[in-house]
């Protein structure tokens, strides 16, 4: 089942909102670590445009990692759209902006993938307890080539990533004042 939570239809996330509280994910040795979620675009979000993304930092970086916004499939990120750096400096969301709005189009997989160096015993990545799809879930990767889910490790979480997408335009009409 494909669980994908919505607020204010102006973010798209691939976790569960409801779940309580977040896990740690890391690697025992230093490195890079990848990891992201693949965004499947309904029709309901045809024609809308992003500006940035988000990512729930565990704790405080050493270097700054960078946040990927691109087109693939289930298994590979095809085709980059933008990119942007991130810093936490302690616990929670760290926003990326993009350099340009970019269209979503129905139809599209569109990955949020973050890739950031840690040393030994650091674990950079939060997930949450929703349920982990095989599709679109949380993968990881070592090399940025080869990905696998969670699932594959028997762990059921997601990463806590956000797409921002760009409020719709808001309708103005004629306000009239009457003179007293």
């Keep these: 089942m494909l669980l994908l939570s919505q607020s204010n239809r102006d973010t798209l996330r691939w976790y569960d ?32 445009t992003v500006h940035s993304g988000r990512v729930h930092i565990w704790e405080a970086m050493d270097w700054a990692g960078l946040m990927r916004l691109c087109r693939g499939d289930h298994a590979h990120p095809i085709f980059l759209l933008d990119s ?5 400096t302690g616990y929670g969301f760290y926003g ?11 139809g599209d997989y569109v990955w949020l993938w973050c890739t950031q160096w840690h040393a030994m015993g650091q674990e950079p990545a939060t997930t949450d307890g929703g349920p982990c ?17 969670m699932c594959t490790y028997y762990f059921s979480y997601n990463c806590v990533m956000e797409l921002i997408l760009t409020p719709l335009d808001v309708k103005e009409g004629r306000l009239d004042l009457a003179e007293s």
């Design 17 to 48: 909102t409801t779940t309580v509280g977040y896990e740690h994910v890391g690697l025992t040795l230093g490195g890079y670590l990848h990891w992201a979620n693949i965004l499947p675009i309904g029709s309901e979000y045809d024609g809308r």
């Design 84 to 88: 942007g750096t991130f810093h936490s």
């Design 96 to 106: 990326v902006f993009f350099g340009d709005s970019v269209v979503l189009h129905e």
């Design 133 to 149: 799809n095989p599709d679109y879930g949380f993968l990881v990767s070592l090399d940025g080539v080869n990905w696998g889910s």
